[in-house]
């Protein structure tokens, strides 16, 4: 036995090293064998059995069979039996490490080609004559933990080696895997098959090869009917029946990591199995959300939904651009219009008020103290994912609409019970009238999330403008729509400038959202300064209107200020302060934005993705963020920053491909042409034009817009200057003309005021 471990242990460090292996190379293949390991220990198990089998003391008698005999080992040889089995049980783990790294080694392009030749044929000869697969397979029976996990592993690289070597699956894994997951029991076999499919797919969608999508094919083509069988077993029982919730919650945690990487293969690669539409095809999962189970499990799945319906899913396992996003994909898209339905006809059944999210009080060490106990408050991921979901969900099945009326209901219906779902969990209360809030308080930590919320809003706003100016319909109904949109927390004027008052009006936090590749922030402020320029009229309504309600919360003493929650009526008296009094009713409500080509792909552009633990900045409210960079020291940037700039030039075609999509291809460059992209001087502001702000707003006058309209307009300003410069210093990361002369635009306009 010592023999034997010394030569596994050389073994294992030359295959570590990868090393090429000096002596005959099918003499290891003697040792990598498990089942010599299980021989050497019955082996010494029966040596000690017959040395020691006795009947009653007296020599010479016939022995006994096994099953007659009754030994009584002395307490040395229990502890030298002991000895052996563990022995053998440290020769089997070495076994399965020494065979774990050598398939490592063989998929490794770091390997030398020698020593991959080596591993690759002790690989082969252990496939076809010691049948090591299935071997493999009988191991995960095993009661010893730590052996069943590594048998799982070693099962996992062998299964991926016979993929990118285009070796045929095995009968026994195929037969295995059928089995199990067409008798779905809480087995812990079941649980294994899940578990190994899951870490092959992921090596597969990390791997660079240019075969992906046929690698994947061969792997999941045998089990493809059998896990839709598993699948509606698995959601068909409910929790409360079930005899074993422990292994219920296991079962159903692989299977909701298996069901990502096959949703996020049906993205990102060109392939069609019915396994990998699941999610979109069969939505019983969302029933999970109602189950009375631990709340890690219901964030898993609506983490997983949110991220799917984002095209985010995968994203840190795939490399590179996604597939579908650059050239359309039509069946990926009605797949995605389903879930879309089957979320919103979930949220129409009460799944929102059914959603618990409700948070832990947090403890130090594990402990609760008995104060913190009912002040937990909410838990915020579950919020913005239900949230975020209801949005994009709404957006997708508008953008398949053609029904101004029917789209004006929808939004109406799902917001409000978004709205109302949310009312509970906002504290402090939102202030003022204005329902729109709740998109910067819901997101106020997560800017990702928050721009794609933001983003979902303003393409529900484009559509329905642009459906309402193809009916033409009267000056009163538009009148009423634009008060609609405020009453279901939709105004991307609204939540923009909701946005610039987190931020504290900061252009440097705008210059970092350009410049980072974390957030879809560059295509929504591309698409909202288009808009801000067609719809400048309803933007100083708008801005009046956050001025007289700052002003009122500045003198209310009572501190009476009606919640997003307030009754209908309050809440249209309110918003009748949105239309300019005595002012062209018609400019107000004009959409000349709609006359956009509808076919422009707003919805297909794609930034480059990248993955970051940690956010750049979040955004809470009082706290000024603090720049990325230091971009007052632009200015004096030497030749060094310059050549350290031109080594990141490398994104610049993701984001002139965006700014490309989303530009106007009709009047919105041509309009800007003659604009000068040099910063203006712009004549200071007396001190008294910008007060903290004044207890004698008058929305009858225009001067009250100057507050919230100058900042703005500052704030957009001094974005313009700072990437001109940086440009001139060749030191942004792409080419901002079109952004800039988007944003000369807007300075443009409001010079005019």
């Known amino acids: 036995m010592e023999a034997f471990f010394k030569v596994l242990d050389q073994l294992y460090k030359k295959v570590l090293l990868g090393a090429t292996l000096e002596n005959d190379i099918h003499g290891y293949m003697f040792y990598l064998n498990p089942e010599l390991s299980e021989q050497a220990c019955c082996t010494a198990s029966l040596a000690w059995s017959n040395s020691n089998g006795k009947v009653g003391g007296v020599p010479g008698q016939p022995r006994l069979s096994s099953s007659e005999v009754i030994t009584i080992p002395e307490p040395g040889e229990c502890a030298e039996r002991h000895s052996q089995m563990s022995r053998a049980r440290e020769v089997k783990l070495l076994q399965l490490t020494v065979m774990n790294v ?5 998929l490794s392009s770091e390997t030398e080609t020698r020593a991959k030749e080596e591993y690759r044929e002790i690989t082969g000869v252990l496939l076809q004559s010691a049948e090591i697969d299935s071997k493999l397979i009988c191991m995960l029976q095993n009661p010893d933990k730590l052996l069943s996990h590594m048998a799982a592993k070693c099962l996992a690289s062998l299964l991926y080696f016979q993929l990118r070597e285009k070796i045929t699956l095995s009968n026994s894994w195929i037969a295995f895997g059928q089995k199990h997951l067409s008798e779905y029991s809480e087995s812990d076999a079941v649980v294994h098959f899940l578990w190994i499919s899951t870490v092959v ?63 996020a293969s049906r993205i990102h690669l060109k392939l069609h199995c019915r396994s990998q539409r699941m999610l979109f095809l069969k939505p019983c999962v969302l029933e999970v959300l109602t189950w009375p189970i631990q709340a890690f499990v219901k964030r898993k799945l609506i983490i997983l939904i949110k991220r799917c319906l984002l095209y985010k899913v995968g994203e840190d396992l795939c490399r590179g651009s996604v597939p579908a996003l650059i050239s359309a994909d039509h069946l990926l898209e009605a797949d995605m219009l389903a879930l879309a339905d089957a979320v919103l006809h979930a949220v129409q059944l009460g799944l929102l008020k059914a959603l618990s999210v409700h948070g832990r009080p947090s403890g130090f060490g594990g402990e609760i103290q008995a104060r913190c106990e009912h002040s937990s408050g909410a838990d915020h991921v579950m919020l913005r994912a239900a949230s975020l979901i209801t949005m994009k969900s709404l957006e997708i099945k508008l953008q398949n609409c053609n029904s101004a009326n029917e789209m004006k209901v929808d939004l109406q219906k799902f917001m409000s ?43 529900i706003y484009l559509k329905l403008a642009r459906e309402w100016e193809a009916a033409e319909s009267l000056t009163q109904e538009k009148e009423a729509w634009i008060s609609h949109t405020h009453g279901t927390g939709c105004n ?46 309803h933007f100083l309504t708008i801005c009046k209107f956050f001025d007289a309600n700052e002003s009122q919360c500045d003198i209310n003493i009572c501190g009476l200020v009606p919640s997003l929650s307030q009754d209908r009526h309050a809440d249209q008296t309110a918003l009748h302060a949105l239309t300019p009094p005595g002012g062209p009713r018609d400019a107000l409500v004009r959409f000349p934005w709609a006359s956009e080509d509808p076919s422009e792909p707003h919805d297909q552009v ?40 031109s080594a990141n030039m490398e994104q610049t075609s993701f984001y002139q491909e965006t700014i490309r999509k989303i530009q106007d ?15 203006q001087s712009r004549p200071p502001i007396p001190e008294e034009s910008n007060p903290p702000f004044s207890a004698e707003v008058d929305l009858d006058n225009p001067v009250s817009e100057v507050a919230m309209l100058y900042r703005t307009v500052k704030c957009l300003g001094d974005l313009h200057d700072a990437i001109y410069r940086l440009q001139k210093k060749n030191l942004f990361p792409y080419n901002p003309t079109a952004l800039l002369k988007l944003l000369r635009g807007v300075e443009a306009i409001s010079d005019k005021v």
């Open 201 to 263: 797919i992921k090596e597969i969608l990390k791997d660079t090869c240019s075969q992906k999508t046929e690698v994947l094919q061969q792997l999941l083509t045998p089990f493809d009917a059998a896990f839709e069988v598993f699948h509606a077993a698995l959601f068909s029982q409910h929790f409360e029946n079930c005899r074993d919730p422990a292994k219920k919650i296991n079962c159903l945690m692989c299977f909701l990591e298996l069901l990502e990487l096959l949703t």
């Open 102 to 106: 050598m398939l490592t080694r063989v």
């Open 492 to 537: 991307p004027h609204c939540i923009f400038l909701f946005f610039l008052k987190n931020i504290a009006f900061d252009s440097t936090v705008l210059l970092d959202f350009l410049i980072s590749s974390e957030t879809c922030f560059l295509e929504y402020f591309v698409r909202y300064l288009k808009l801000l320029q067609r719809d400048w009229v």
């Open 665 to 679: 291809p009709a009047g919105t460059s041509r309009d800007l042409e003659e604009l000068s992209l040099e910063p």
């Open 417 to 459: 019970e978004l709205l109302t779902f949310l009312k509970p969990h906002l504290q402090p209360s939102l202030h003022f009238h204005n329902p729109c809030e709740w998109l910067s308080r819901v997101f106020i930590e997560q800017d990702d999330d928050m721009l794609e919320a933001a983003k979902a809003s303003l393409s």
């Open 606 to 645: 794609s930034m480059p993705k990248e993955t970051h633990p940690v956010r750049a900045h979040s955004l809470p409210s009082p706290w000024i963020p603090k720049s990325l960079v230091d971009y007052d020291s632009s200015e004096d940037s030497d030749v060094e920053a310059t050549d350290q700039c």
